[in-house]
């Protein structure tokens, strides 16, 4: 059993690591693997048909701790360490609140709450059935058994939730808050993007401050133009295949190229970026959901974007439709008013003896962007393209790594 410090509205931890909230899911998730020697079964449980309805919980089955992340933004929004882990530490002597509902009784502080069961208790509680508000109160006798505590931010459980990123969590990283599409006359032509990252006065690590700033990248900008705009990449993977080689009209007639085309992958903006590997401008960019069940789950940090899609209606003007982050692909042909081509089917493996778990994904052509669809209907990632360029000897793009 894990020996933790409780921090209400704030972290469960020791002196080697700590769950604080609002930190992100991936994380959470490295320090688990850091520490797997000692922290063993850990369950990732979440919806697989509607992953938006419910949150994502990292099971700590051996340890009794629970590790809640918000639907949508992945960052930790509560900590419940069940009656393993309880029973060591803590004691009750405040008034409780009964919960019909659910038949326990809560107790909660500013950021932390208990919860009692009934059943449990050895004493007669001393109950008043119209206590505040016509809630139901008692006073909860000595030796009553914790069913769960859970660790959050603010004054009620129910609302709750994922605070913003603490500084402590950004470890010299930048992430993106949203990322914007821009478009021109005949197709997507770059992205805007809100980055965050932890900034601090000369020399005073206690002055540090969150810093919100904008940057552009477009297509045809040069690898170097990258590299100012938006730093480093985490990593740089060079292409070794082209799997969409097999749908062009004449595959035969494409001549091969000596160098492969390279990406910048930023893992916490949840962006690749496509570099052409004779010219070294930007070809393609590369937006992740990163929703669970998907076989890229946890490599990227979500990218909230938004892209403007082009809506033709027979009888009046085209209007312009947003697609998110969290658009399902049905909402999608349904502003469309009609259903796009049939999809390409991409399987995924991590090589051709292994099989992939979470089975298949979609992807559909639509105004030069390419939607890796699940079979949820969620969307994995959305692929853009630069403007085709005049040749006869074109190749085609690869479908999302």
Same mark, same amino acid.
């Given at each position: 059993?894990?020996?933790?410090?409780?921090?209400?509205?704030?972290?469960?931890?020791?002196?080697?690591?700590?769950?604080?909230?609002?930190?992100?899911?991936?994380?959470?998730?490295?320090?688990?693997?850091?520490?797997?020697?000692?922290?063993?079964?850990?369950?990732?449980?979440?919806?697989?048909?509607?992953?938006? &309805?419910?949150?994502?919980?990292?099971? %700590?089955?051996?340890?009794?701790?629970?590790?809640?992340?918000?639907?949508?933004?992945?960052?930790?929004?509560?900590?419940? #360490?069940?009656?393993?882990?309880?029973?060591?530490?803590?004691?009750?002597?405040?008034?409780?609140?009964?919960?019909?509902?659910?038949?326990?009784?809560?107790?909660?502080?500013?950021?932390?709450?208990?919860? *009692?069961?009934?059943? &449990?208790?050895?004493?007669?509680?001393?109950?008043?059935?119209?206590?505040?508000?016509?809630?139901?109160?008692?006073?909860?006798?000595?030796?009553?058994?914790?069913?769960?505590?859970?660790?959050?931010?603010?004054?009620?459980?129910?609302?709750?939730?994922? #605070?913003?990123?603490?500084? &402590?969590?950004?470890?010299?990283?930048?992430?993106?808050?949203?990322?914007?599409?821009?478009?021109?006359?005949?197709?997507?032509?770059?992205?805007?993007?809100?980055?965050?990252?932890?900034?601090?006065? #000369?020399?005073?690590?206690?002055?540090?401050?969150?810093?919100?700033?904008?940057?552009?990248?477009? *297509?045809?900008?040069?690898?170097?133009?990258?590299?100012?705009?938006?730093?480093?990449?985490?990593?740089? *993977?060079?292409?070794?295949?082209?799997?969409?080689?097999?749908?062009?009209?004449?595959?035969?007639?494409?001549?091969?190229?000596?160098?492969?085309?390279?990406?910048?992958?930023?893992?916490?903006?949840?962006?690749?970026?496509?570099?052409?590997?004779?010219?070294?401008?930007?070809?393609?960019?590369? %937006?992740?959901?990163?929703?669970?069940?998907?076989?890229?789950?946890?490599?990227?940090?979500?990218?909230?974007?938004?892209?403007? %899609?082009?809506?033709?209606?027979?009888?009046?003007?085209?209007?312009?439709?947003?697609?998110?982050?969290?658009?399902?692909?049905?909402?999608?042909?349904? %502003?469309?008013?009609?259903?796009?081509?049939?999809?390409?089917?991409?399987?995924?493996?991590?090589? #051709?003896?292994?099989?992939?778990?979470?089975?298949?994904?979609?992807?559909?052509?639509?105004?030069?962007?390419? *939607?890796?669809?699940?079979?949820?209907?969620?969307?994995?990632?959305?692929?853009?393209?630069?403007?085709?360029?005049? &040749?006869?000897?074109?190749?085609?793009?690869?479908?999302?790594?």
């Amino acid at each position: 059993m894990l020996d933790l410090e409780v921090v209400p509205e704030r972290s469960l931890g020791n002196e080697q690591w700590e769950f604080t909230l609002g930190m992100p899911l991936a994380q959470a998730v490295a320090i688990l693997q850091k520490h797997c020697r000692i922290i063993k079964n850990v369950q990732v449980l979440y919806s697989e048909q509607s992953p938006l &309805s419910h949150d994502l919980i990292l099971n %700590l089955t051996q340890d009794g701790i629970k590790l809640l992340f918000d639907a949508f933004n992945q960052r930790l929004k509560a900590i419940a #360490p069940t009656i393993e882990q309880i029973d060591q530490s803590f004691g009750a002597t405040h008034p409780g609140v009964y919960n019909s509902a659910e038949q326990l009784f809560h107790l909660n502080f500013r950021g932390l709450s208990f919860s *009692f069961q009934l059943d &449990s208790w050895t004493e007669t509680p001393k109950y008043e059935p119209n206590f505040a508000h016509g809630l139901a109160s008692l006073q909860i006798p000595h030796g009553a058994t914790v069913k769960r505590m859970y660790i959050y931010n603010g004054n009620s459980l129910q609302d709750t939730k994922a #605070p913003l990123m603490p500084l &402590s969590c950004f470890l010299g990283n930048v992430y993106a808050e949203n990322v914007d599409v821009l478009r021109d006359g005949t197709g997507p032509s770059g992205l805007r993007l809100r980055l965050l990252t932890a900034g601090c006065g #000369p020399g005073v690590l206690a002055d540090a401050k969150m810093r919100v700033f904008e940057r552009c990248v477009y *297509f045809g900008d040069s690898c170097q133009d990258v590299l100012s705009t938006l730093g480093s990449p985490h990593k740089v *993977f060079y292409k070794s295949e082209d799997k969409m080689k097999i749908h062009s009209p004449s595959p035969h007639k494409q001549v091969p190229s000596k160098c492969n085309d390279y990406f910048f992958n930023y893992f916490t903006l949840g962006v690749d970026i496509l570099f052409d590997a004779n010219t070294h401008k930007v070809k393609k960019f590369v %937006l992740h959901t990163n929703y669970p069940g998907h076989y890229n789950f946890n490599i990227y940090h979500r990218c909230e974007f938004k892209i403007p %899609l082009v809506i033709k209606r027979d009888s009046a003007d085209s209007q312009t439709e947003t697609c998110t982050t969290y658009s399902k692909w049905d909402s999608i042909q349904d %502003l469309l008013g009609h259903p796009v081509e049939k999809p390409v089917v991409l399987h995924r493996s991590s090589s #051709p003896n292994n099989t992939n778990p979470f089975g298949s994904t979609f992807c559909f052509g639509l105004q030069r962007m390419i *939607f890796e669809v699940m079979q949820n209907n969620h969307i994995a990632s959305v692929t853009l393209y630069g403007p085709t360029r005049p &040749s006869s000897q074109l190749r085609t793009s690869d479908l999302p790594q």
